[in-house]
């Protein structure tokens, strides 16, 4: 769309902005975009709850174009949660309604007097009081603002009550997606921003439409035919795979296989809990499982969770009750909370309460593995941000200033709370941990399963050869999260037989195919230079001692232990392949080759 609209909320500003198509060429969107701006407009020093931080939500080139699950769109902003750099992805309908509505990007900026929230109609910025619904939870939230606004079929972002009372793990939530992970709905509540709806009617102006028509039928029954099990059981289906191989981290990651996954496995969800299936926009898979409890004491509670929040709210909480993952997954999307940061946090607590470091009172309940009421319970109190629930819901970067005794149980990197992927099961998925440029990533860091676990073309506990991976891996999602497309599908409809950049040619006349993973690169070295500018360098890069220290007691992984003499040596690798130097810091000479030597100046 060549535009990007800046919203000033201290001023109440509108500006249309143009973006130079040499940027495009070099950041693709998305993502990349993202990185670009924040590289140029967020300071070292920038408080992540001043006016003076940003959001930056952009789109792709391909979000929102006739293509299946077209639906992304980023957001890169400093972090409470971790103090860094963020990047975050998600899907719903707001990315595409952007670009309907003529802009790739939309920049906030600044603090509103008064709680608002803003209407973005076919190109023109509303500005609404959103004091009569302050501390809403997302979904009656994006409800009222529905109604305010006269447009049903608008979508809405909206940070929850746990983002307007301080939780620094806040989300925020897009039509029952979310931006999950860093807190980027905290940031959003810190603007006195509850929330941005938007509905466009424009078009996105193709290159050659009739032929990506054609693809786009052929690419539509690729994606619904080749994901089968994607349909059927969603991310949920690696909740066995996982524990099978002795990776499944639980109770905290003390072990990585966990006695109550029978009643939490995909199988067991699909017979007892689902109801249907739920697709983000124009996706045939449609991989979301909407699950509803029938009975017990959670009866009535219904949420969709992903294999991440099963994990991380299920196995690390010790929890089996599958009634209690979905009321907890529920209750962490109407608070609007990172449901992966909420159930690694409550299962450090646990581990802490059970070594005696927090007590009955201090928690206000005891808080033992296992105990799903009291897990669920939790997350009503860091919701509601009370009681020693508020203290939690700031994150682990937080609860080390205050109880710095509690350190060792802390599963994190750059405090950024770990996914539900144990890495003396399979190291490149460490090495993904810690290099990853938002803190503890199975995303952004790199998704190594496929590769290490199920492709059978590497030996999950080999050293060699994972730097090499990771970055592969990391550079090809740098890519795929600045086109706009969902990662699943992109590689369902045959993206990977027939290179992206012959779509991106029909759509913008530009065929970018043989630099993807160039553009990657690039995008991922920005990301490096923006975290190096903030403090971070190869000290920040290590994961918990639990990991490097304690071998796994029981299980197909049963006496490994990711040494820090191994981790140095695929770091090392790592920081070769990308051209850094042994402290982790680009060098000159690869920023060269990169295109990115202008850094510092403007490009
Ligand atoms: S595959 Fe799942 S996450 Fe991806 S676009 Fe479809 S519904 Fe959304």
């Given at each position: 769309m060549g535009k990007v609209l800046r919203v000033n909320l201290t001023e109440g500003k509108v500006d249309?902005?143009?973006?130079?198509?040499?940027?495009y060429e070099q950041f693709l969107g998305g993502r990349?975009?993202?990185?670009?701006?924040y590289y140029n407009e967020i300071g070292a020093d920038t408080d992540p709850l001043s006016p003076e931080n940003k959001l930056f939500f952009f789109t792709g080139p391909l979000t929102g174009v006739r293509l299946p699950s077209t639906t992304k769109f980023n957001v890169a902003t400093k972090s409470p949660q971790t103090g860094l750099y963020l990047c975050s992805n998600s899907g719903g309908d707001f990315g595409p309604h952007l670009k309907f509505?003529?802009?790739?990007?939309?920049?906030?900026?600044?603090?509103?007097?008064?709680?608002?929230?803003?209407?973005?109609?076919?190109?023109?910025?509303?500005?609404?009081?959103?004091?009569?619904?302050?501390?809403?939870e997302t979904g009656p939230g994006t409800e009222i603002v529905k109604e305010i606004i006269g447009e049903k079929r608008a979508s809405v972002m909206i940070a929850g009550k746990g983002a307007v009372r301080g939780a620094d793990i806040a989300c925020i939530m897009v039509d029952g997606r979310s931006f999950g992970r860093g807190g980027a709905g905290r940031v959003m509540a810190s603007k006195n921003l509850k929330a941005v709806a938007v509905w466009g009617r424009g078009k996105i102006?193709?290159?050659?439409?009739?032929?990506?028509?054609?693809?786009?039928?052929?690419?539509?029954?690729?994606?619904?035919?080749?994901?089968?099990?994607?349909?059927?059981?969603?991310?949920?289906?690696?909740?066995?795979?996982?524990?099978?191989?002795?990776c499944y981290p639980s109770y905290n990651f003390r072990t990585s296989v966990f006695d109550g996954i029978e009643t939490i496995k995909a199988e067991y969800m699909e017979k007892h809990y689902k109801v249907k299936n739920k697709a983000c926009y124009y996706c045939p898979i449609g991989c979301a499982q909407v699950c509803e409890v029938k009975e017990g004491p959670f009866k009535g509670f219904r949420s969709d969770p992903e294999y991440e929040s099963i994990g991380t709210l299920g196995a690390q909480c010790g929890v089996a009750d599958f009634g209690a993952i979905i009321a907890a997954n529920n209750l962490c999307d109407e608070y609007g909370l990172d449901s992966m940061s909420a159930g690694t946090i409550i299962a450090y607590a646990m581990e802490c309460f059970e070594l005696g470091l927090f007590s009955k009172e201090l928690i206000g309940r005891e808080l033992r593995f296992g105990d799903g009421e009291a897990m669920v319970e939790m997350i009503r109190d860091m919701g509601e941000m009370r009681g020693f629930g508020a203290e939690l819901a700031r994150g682990f970067r937080y609860l080390a200033g205050k109880y710095p005794e509690t350190i060792p149980y802390m599963m994190h990197c750059k405090w950024m709370p770990f996914a539900a992927y144990e890495p003396r099961g399979f190291f490149g998925i460490g090495l993904s941990y810690g290099t990853s440029s938002r803190g503890?990533?199975?995303?952004?860091?790199?998704?190594?399963?496929?590769?290490?676990?199920?492709?059978?073309e590497y030996d999950r506990f080999a050293i060699k050869g994972k730097g090499v991976l990771v970055k592969r891996i990391q550079d090809t999602r740098a890519y795929v999260d600045s086109l706009g497309i969902c990662t699943v599908a992109r590689s369902a409809m045959g993206f990977n037989d027939r290179p992206s950049g012959n779509v991106l040619e029909l759509v913008t006349g530009v065929d970018l195919t043989p630099r993807l993973m160039e553009i990657g690169e690039r995008i991922y070295t920005l990301e490096r230079l923006i975290l190096v500018r903030e403090g971070v360098s190869r000290k920040d890069d290590y994961l918990p001692e639990r990991i490097m220290k304690e071998a796994l007691p029981e299980g197909p992984a049963q006496g490994k232990v990711l040494t820090k003499e191994m981790y140095d040596e695929m770091l090392d690798e790592y920081y070769a392949a990308r051209g850094w130097d042994k402290d982790g810091i680009p060098t000159c000479e690869r920023l060269q080759q990169l295109a990115l030597d202008w850094t510092g100046q403007t490009l």
């Open positions: 249309v902005e143009e973006i130079s198509p040499r940027v990349g975009l993202a990185a670009f701006y509505s003529g802009f790739d990007g939309l920049i906030i900026e600044g603090r509103a007097e008064r709680p608002i929230f803003l209407y973005i109609r076919d190109g023109q910025v509303e500005f609404h009081s959103a004091e009569a619904f302050w501390d809403e102006p193709l290159y050659r439409p009739e032929v990506l028509a054609e693809f786009s039928q052929e690419a539509m029954r690729k994606a619904r035919a080749s994901r089968p099990v994607h349909t059927r059981f969603g991310t949920a289906q690696y909740t066995g795979i996982l524990n099978e191989l002795g503890a990533c199975h995303n952004v860091g790199g998704w190594t399963i496929r590769d290490e676990l199920l492709s059978g």
